[in-house]
């Protein structure tokens, strides 16, 4: 794994807009306040041209996107992308990229989530870049910055962390103007392949499901070849959903076991999904059980992971270290 140089205070932070722009005044006014956060922390901040704008749900056309991505990572002063936001359209710039000229790039760290799994889940695959899957930089307008914002920071900034699970959780997302999370619900890890406690230790490979689904079998899918790369190392998947209802659920889990996608994987953790509908009377548990629980794996779901916030900063292609037990869990970071 090539890791980035680490972050430090007086760096440079590149804002960019691969999928969705801020396109409202809220959003705006959320990303400026972001900025002068960043800047009062003491990092430096520039962003690219298409961030404050937004049509059809895409700040730009995809060549215009992979433009913008392409200057903040070549220029040598940023040390850090964080993404405007998730959306709907970000695999429309991958057709822009070449992958063969960031492969043998000077790798940097970048930090999302959501639709921007598409960029993430490549550059660890076709890559071997890691990159941090957290917030978007909208979430950064909080004062005070809850910890993991500040964690997030702090993995860029080449810290091996060990973060434990959090006590409440938001319910459901939220403009959050007021400009902190609701925290309403228990958080509860729950360990649904019988084992009282669970502790699985390999490199880490995931995102938005919705999003990897879009990739399995394209051109881009490197999936097998990655994974007998790190086979010493072993293969946690974590997943997220954003919208879907259980059958999808399993037909994709379905799909990705039978391409090959869970070999030498040492388990698997879901993060809390935003909407997941539960048709003919499906629960969560019961599809991902059905498609692939007979592959004798631990699997954790319910976990600080994803859409419904807060979410534990994981990283992408590191060797994550996670335990489960009486509904709690830890993640521990290693940077290798």
């Not at 730009?60 to 709907?88: P, T």
């Not at 954003?242 to 659920?249: A, H, I, R």
């Not at 889990?253 to 996608?261: I, R």
Request: glycine share 8%.
């Amino acid at each position: 794994m090539r890791y980035p140089e680490s972050l430090k205070l007086g760096d440079t932070i590149g804002i960019c807009a691969p999928s969705k722009g801020c396109d409202d005044e809220e959003k705006i006014e959320k990303l400026s306040i972001a900025i002068k956060q960043f800047q009062n922390m003491g990092y430096k901040v520039i962003e690219t041209a298409s961030v404050r704008k937004d049509k059809q749900g895409r700040s730009a056309s995809a060549k215009v996107r992979a433009k913008e991505f392409m200057e903040l990572w070549n220029n040598k002063e940023v040390k850090l992308i964080i993404y405007a936001g998730g959306g709907d359209f970000l695999m429309e710039m991958l057709d822009e990229l070449d992958f063969e000229v960031l492969k043998k790039s000077t790798p940097k760290w970048t930090q999302g989530f959501s639709d921007i799994t598409h960029i993430s889940f490549l550059l660890n695959t076709l890559c071997d870049i890691p990159s941090i899957y957290s917030e978007n930089v909208k979430d950064y307008a909080m004062t005070p910055l809850y910890q993991n914002l500040t964690n997030s920071l702090q993995i860029a900034g080449g810290k091996e962390l060990v973060q434990n699970s959090f006590e409440k959780y938001q319910e459901q997302i939220e403009d959050n103007q007021d400009g902190t999370y609701h925290l309403t619900a228990k958080v509860e890890w729950k360990n649904i392949t019988g084992q009282e406690e669970i502790v699985m230790e390999g490199r880490a490979l995931g995102g938005c499901i919705d999003c990897i689904d879009t990739l399995i079998g394209t051109k881009f899918d490197e999936v097998k070849e990655y994974i007998e790369t790190y086979k010493q190392d072993g293969i946690i998947w974590f997943l997220e959903a954003y919208e879907m209802n259980t059958p999808l659920l399993q037909r994709i889990l379905w799909k990705m076991k039978h391409a090959g996608y869970f070999k030498y994987c040492k388990g698997i953790v879901f993060g809390r999904p935003y909407i997941m509908r539960e048709d003919y009377q499906i629960s969560e548990k019961q599809a991902i059980l059905d498609a692939i629980g007979n592959l004798e794996i631990p699997i954790i779901i319910g976990a600080d992971i994803g859409h419904i916030p807060p979410q534990l900063a994981i990283t992408q292609g590191a060797i994550l270290k996670i335990t489960s037990k009486d509904g709690k869990g830890t993640v521990t970071n290693r940077l290798k």
